[in-house]
């Protein structure tokens, strides 16, 4: 074996080792440090066996414990993997447990759509537990605040065109925003979750109360995110994405200008001309201008 | 019946006479002459599709209540042009057909002529006598820029009419006239009323008429010049080789303009196009991200979001930031781009008639500078969609912003002695970016197994070069250029050898002048 064959098995070998260390060490310290203040602070003492208007406490201290616990700490108070999740009310817990975003897969940036880890029950107990913990923040919508039967989606479409398109676009594709940010595609998101995420403002998202979107224009604004803004019905052909017209020009130049090419290629003379003296062909002198066609 | 009628027409028009001339003229035949051609007829359909549209659309700024047949926009407020764009969308038999079939052929037709303009550059079509069409296509696409983005703008929609106010400022940003330019086109400020009803009239009838005249004579310049040609049977510097307009290249363009028209209208009912109806109608204080103009003024987007927030300030004066990328640079690359046919007369000094076209390989950095160009604007082209590209590839919009900034300049550094390099290979190499002949494998009864090369096809061959005389009294005409210039390459440098090769060569160089940088 050569050195540079015996490198190039050892370098790959080296990084996976030190990458696995690493892993090793930063877990082993999160666990540390999640776990401590829990022990230091037996002040918080859980209702246990209780059940809330959300789900069983119990059930859910049990989830948080085996899966929130290690960066958000025993209680919810938070870490320094985690914020503290105290008062931040029911929505934003059923935001970010219905959306897959917590648990994280990777500590990225933002956390990415995925599909949730909890059953619905699940994320209710854990709702109810985190809820147990401390008073306030925003509740979980209830089912006439989402009845859209009278919603006025033109007005919906309008406030999201001044309130939403900025960031997640005017087709709801999404996009990247600043610093490894992004703003997620808003197909196939729910009534509950449009609801939730506009009045707790999830990550970089600003809040937006009621003061600022009224009940009745914010389900004007879910009638069109979650009934709209899909189209299912929307003519003209297959859609490039909603991402803006330089995907309509990547295939105007390439899958347009470029069939034109290939048509030009098969109608037109393509022989090799360079070794092919004497080939058919008409000859014209080219000084004679218009005059000068002879056959 | 036909006769009587030609007859008839003939003995006022006496059209027999120029019209046999005409129907006569010599089209040398080559898939890359036809580029020129599917812009041609991508003009064609625009016209045809444009008239359709021209039916139906309310040139308006007015502000009316949506009241149409799509739900989402009932009980908004938005213009008369919004309006009816989206009523002959969902409301007219064929209207989306024919818009979209119109978008479409709007980006062809740029692509057709960017693709046809590099097939002159490359092949150095553009030599005297071709200076005056070279810079009528330059205006061309300059021309078919403006009127896409003024069609683009007509809809009034949300993502275009972002782009009307990206252009506003970047008409302001134009040093000391720039807000009286802005306020004059625009009738004031922005946004005001008159926008859409003067880049309607622009848009349809100003710039698709002087489009027309000069695509004429364009053509016309094709007919006084003759079609360049490339070398092969037997086409010299003197002769146009290839097949009459009638009835040969007739058949052949007309079947062309129907591919193109198939192509067309397979794009324009299969894929949508700015689907208007969903970005709803421009709110000057709404904006959508991902927006980006067509692709043709893309590389202009692109330029705005790459350059970095630099001003001047002069005394009383400040120069804004988008002056830079915005006017100076389409100013410095459109300026060249007319001006290129000087530029390299002064840099090869060879002001001679050349009718017979150059292999791009056969001047290499001729060949490198364009490939290095075309690349430097398709890196701003990428640069325009650096939000999607960040959103696709899931990394920090600040890298992509940082990776188009410096790519901007590599790209066209690594390309250009790429390009150098491939085209010197190819020289080298006879037979080079021919198709390879086959190897047969043949099996014999025995079980055993034999490779044999197929029959040679024409061009096959490597080239059989024969001896160009240097001292000969044509050279000093404008008959030999072509053939002596491929002598001072290597190939023929070397088939000029026993002929006193180098001394040769160089005293072929001497007459044209030819630096060795730019061979």
Known sequence: MTTRALRRVLVPFAVVVLAVALGVFVLGRSHVQAGSPAMENPGIQLTASAASRYGSITEGRTLFEASCSACHGAGAQGSALGPSLLARGAATIDLWLSTGWMPLAEPTAQPVNKPPRFDRQQILDIVAFVTSLAPGGVSIPSAAALNLKTADV??????????CAPCHTITGAGDALADGYHAPPLHGVTARQVYEAV?????????FGPRQITPAQLRGIIKYVTQEIEHPASPGGIS?????????GFVGLFVGTGACLLAAFWVGDRTEREDDE???GQEE??????????V | MIDAVYGWLDDRLNISGSGRKLVNKIFPDHWSFMLGEIALYSFVILLATGVFLSLYFIPSSKQIVYTGSYVPLRGLHVSEAYASTIALSFNVRAGLLMRQMHHWSANIFLGAIVVHMCRVFFTSGFRRPRELNWIIGVNLLILAIFNGFLGYSLPDDLISGTGIRISFSILESIPFVGSYLATFLFGGQFPGSAIIPRFFIIHVLILPAIIAGLLGAHLALIVRNKHTQFRGRGATEKNVVGAPLWPTFFAKTNGFLFLVAAVTAILGAAVQINPIWLYGPYVPYHVSYAVQPDWYMGWLDGALRIMPSWEIHLPGHMVPNAFFPAILLPGVTFTLLMAWPFVEQRITGDRLEHHLLERPRDRPHHTALGAATLSFYFVLFGASATDVLANYLSVSLNFVLWFFRIAIFVVPLVIYPMTLKICRELQHTPGGGKTKRHNIVLRSPEGGYSTVVSQARPGDEPPVLEPVPLDGPELVGAMATGADRRSSGPLGAAATGQGGGVAGASRARGVFRIPRSYR
């Open chain 1, 199 to 207: 009045r707790t403002g999830p990550s970089n998202m600003p809040p």
């Open chain 1, 154 to 163: 033109a007005q919906g479409f309008d406030l999201f065109s001044l309130n």
């Open chain 1, 278 to 280: 004497h080939g058919g």
């Open chain 1, 240 to 248: 490039l994405g909603g991402v803006g017209p330089v995907a309509e």
């Open chain 1, 285 to 294: 002198d080219p000084k004679d201008g218009l005059e000068g066609a002879h």
